[in-house]
T-cell receptor, first 113, second 115 residues
Framework: QQPVQSPQAVILREGEDAVINCSSS?????VHWYRQKHGEAPVFLMI?????EQKGHDKISASFNEKKQQSSLYLTASQLSYSGTYFC??????????????FGTGTQLKVEL | KAGVTQTPRYLIKTRGQQVTLSCSPI?????VSWYQQTPGQGLQFLFE???????NKGNFPGRFSGRQFSNSRSEMNVSTLELGDSALYLC??????????????FGPGTRLTVT
């Protein structure tokens, strides 16, 4: 089941904040966040694990509500460089371990002057 | 540290042909995952290889296959190409021990066009 991301698109003025949400219908083991700029590969931003462990960038924060199977990505004081498509990738506990990310449809974010 | 590399970057094939794509992971990374990206379907997981074994598999037909070599380099093969196979194929490597999830590092992708 593909996670649902919202909003689908957002336009910000430089300096504004944004929140991107990711919801799953299944219990989650981890949530990954990636940003992809046009014509480039997705770049890792943040990983949140069941149990509370997080790893990511200093200027980007995220939350993971295990009970609601939801994650939110918080972008504060946005910069032009934040523009791109943001994907959440959800992971369920798979037999044998390993990575099997199911990505959402993405949120297009554009930051303008 | 060198990033993930993929070859070739662009490929044009005809329906019915087969194609092999290559991915070299970041040094020290033993897990390689493959994804298909299209405007309509987004990023879809194909399979993951770890220590030369396919560990996870997505919902793609058997025409899509892969393998991993002892140096962790991976190849993906698509046989009997269809027009719908036109996509950006991304590989991602990650450090993997066991028991937890690790961030993935994506390569630049191979743009496959099937005519």
């Amino acid at each position: 089941q593909q996670p649902v991301q919202s909003p689908q698109a957002v336009i910000l003025r430089e300096g504004e904040d944004a929140v991107i949400n990711c919801s799953s219908s299944k219990a989650l083991y981890s949530v990954h966040w990636y940003r992809q700029k046009h014509g480039e590969a997705p770049v890792f931003l943040m990983i949140l694990l069941k149990g509370g462990e997080q790893k990511g960038h200093d200027k980007i924060s995220a939350s993971f509500n295990e009970k609601k199977q939801q994650s939110s990505l918080y972008l504060t004081a946005s910069q032009l460089s934040y523009s791109g498509t943001y994907f959440c990738g959800t992971e369920y506990q798979v037999t044998g371990g390993g990575n099997k990310l199911t990505f959402g449809t993405g949120t297009q974010l554009k930051v303008e002057l | 540290k060198a990033g993930v590399t993929q070859t070739p970057r662009y490929l044009i094939k005809t329906r019915g042909q087969q194609v092999t794509l290559s991915c070299s992971p970041i040094s020290g990374h033993r897990s390689v995952s493959w994804y298909q990206q299209t405007p309509g379907q987004g990023l879809q997981f194909l399979f993951e290889y770890f220590s030369e074994t396919q560990r996870n598999k997505g919902n793609f037909p058997g025409r899509f296959s892969g393998r991993q070599f002892s140096n962790s380099r991976s190849e993906m093969n698509v046989s009997t190409l269809e027009l719908g196979d036109s996509a950006l194929y991304l590989c991602a490597s990650s450090f993997q021990a066991s028991g937890r999830s690790y961030e993935q590092y994506f390569g630049p992708g191979t743009r496959l066009t099937v005519t």
